[in-house]
């Protein structure tokens, strides 16, 4: 597409559900990251996708938290059993990614899914 | 831990004010450098970037960020804000090692005064 789309944009849950956050990148980008942005937080990285490297998920905040992507294209986050601190906004991001000092690296980012967990 | 660190959590500015919003970071290679900005309602976007060469480097609506090496930062500047500069600036480093993964600062919301 000519843009990242998430979804939903909007996902209001009860405490204890588990919510699945959906990101298409653009075509043709291999890196697909995604960030949680709260209030006061800024954007703070959860996972790193780059091609058919194993996925960085050092900033995933416990295992509640998971994050796939199928065939290099679509990612999904999943939240199990949310708490009511997983409220924030999801950001999903996609650039070329590779090495290097390029253009590359630029990241376009998604509108976000807005999550609130009551 | 490596990081990257905004001295500045807000901003308020009136018209024709001069801007200078702090970024400093802990990575010790190589790294590209970004700043983002997020309108109101809006999504991210990029402001401008730094790979190599001419550490000034200029971006859209009259931004402009130096980079220098030996104090690791990567300061956003703008001689003249306006009241459409009325956002949240985010710094992030793409470091050489570790992937490629870009981290971000913790973010500026600047509010300019019409």
């Known amino acids: 597409g000519a843009g990242v789309s998430q979804s939903p944009s909007n996902k209001v849950t009860e405490k204890g559900k588990d919510v699945e956050l959906r990101c298409d990148p653009i075509s043709g980008h291999t890196a697909l990251y995604w960030y949680r942005q709260s209030l006061g937080q800024g954007l703070e990285f959860l996972i790193y996708f780059q091609g058919n490297s194993a996925p960085d998920k050092s900033g995933l905040p416990s295992d509640r938290f998971s994050a796939e992507r199928t065939g290099g294209s679509v990612s999904t986050l999943t939240i199990q059993r949310t708490q009511q601190e997983d409220s924030a906004v999801y950001l999903c991001?996609?650039?070329f990614g590779g090495g290097g000092g390029s253009g590359a690296n630029v990241l376009t980012f998604g509108a976000g899914s807005r999550l609130t967990v009551l | 831990a490596q990081s990257v660190s905004q001295h500045n959590h807000h901003v308020i500015l009136s018209e024709a004010a001069s801007l200078e919003l702090g970024c400093n970071y802990s990575?010790?290679?190589?790294?590209?450098l970004f700043w983002y900005v997020q309108y109101p309602g809006q999504h991210l976007q990029l402001l401008l970037k730094?790979?190599?060469?001419?550490?000034l480097v200029k971006g859209i609506k009259g931004f402009e960020a130096e980079f220098i090496k030996s104090k690791f930062s990567f300061n956003l500047r703008k001689p003249s804000v306006q009241w459409s500069d009325t956002a949240e600036y985010f710094c992030?480093?793409?470091?050489?090692?570790?992937?490629?993964?870009?981290?971000f600062g913790a973010g500026t919301r600047l509010f300019v005064k019409a």
């Open positions: 730094y790979f190599s060469g001419d550490p």
């Open positions: 991001a996609s650039s």
């Open positions: 992030a480093v793409n470091p050489y090692t570790g992937g490629f993964k870009t981290i």
């Open positions: 990575y010790g290679g190589t790294v590209n």
